[in-house]
C-alpha cells in the first residue's frame, strides 16, 4: 500500500536513479533526494536526521558522538570552522537531547567519520 505526502507518492519505492555515494556503507539512497535538485522535501516535512544532514549521532564504542558524514558531496570529508562552531553551539546539545527520546537516529560509528561534538 502506498501513501502521499504532499503530493510525492511513498510505500513501495524505486530507488533506481536515485542519489548515491560511493561508500557501501552508506545508508539507503534516499528517495526524496534528486541527484540534481537535491532534497525535494520543504523543510518542516524532513526528519529529524535528515535536517542535521550531513551530521550523525553515533554510538562510537558506548559513547555517543557527533560526526560528519566524509560522503557529503558538498562539504567533503573536512568539516569546516562554521560547521563544528555550529555544533559546539548549541545544535550539538539539541541533537543529543533529541537521540535520547528517538534513539534510532543513532547509527553505529563508522571508521573515518569525522568527531566533532
Given at each position: 500500500?502506498s501513501?502521499?505526502?504532499?503530493g510525492?507518492?511513498?510505500?513501495?519505492?524505486?530507488?533506481?536513479?536515485?542519489?548515491?555515494?560511493?561508500?557501501?556503507?552508506?545508508?539507503?539512497?534516499?528517495?526524496?533526494?534528486?541527484?540534481?535538485?537535491?532534497?525535494?522535501?520543504?523543510?518542516?516535512?524532513?526528519?529529524?536526521?535528515?535536517?542535521?544532514?550531513?551530521?550523525?549521532?553515533?554510538?562510537?564504542?558506548?559513547?555517543?558522538?557527533?560526526?560528519?558524514?566524509?560522503?557529503?558531496?558538498?562539504?567533503?570529508?573536512?568539516?569546516?570552522?562554521?560547521?563544528?562552531?555550529?555544533?559546539?553551539?548549541?545544535?550539538?546539545?539539541?541533537?543529543?537531547?533529541?537521540?535520547?527520546?528517538?534513539?534510532?537516529?543513532?547509527?553505529?560509528?563508522?571508521?573515518?567519520?569525522?568527531i566533532?561534538?
Open positions: 500500500m501513501q502521499t505526502v504532499q510525492v507518492r511513498f510505500g513501495r519505492l524505486i530507488l533506481e536513479n536515485n542519489y548515491r555515494t560511493d561508500d557501501p556503507e552508506e545508508e539507503v539512497p534516499c528517495t526524496f533526494l534528486d541527484p540534481q535538485k537535491g532534497c525535494i522535501l520543504k523543510g518542516d516535512d524532513k526528519p529529524f536526521d535528515c535536517s542535521i544532514w550531513p551530521l550523525r549521532i553515533m554510538d562510537k564504542n558506548g559513547e555517543l558522538v557527533i560526526a560528519l558524514t566524509p560522503t557529503c558531496p558538498s562539504i567533503g570529508s573536512t568539516p569546516g570552522e562554521n560547521l563544528v562552531e555550529l555544533v559546539k553551539s548549541g545544535l550539538g546539545e539539541k541533537i543529543y537531547e533529541y537521540a535520547k527520546t528517538h534513539p534510532y537516529i543513532i547509527k553505529e560509528y563508522h571508521e573515518g567519520f569525522p566533532i561534538g
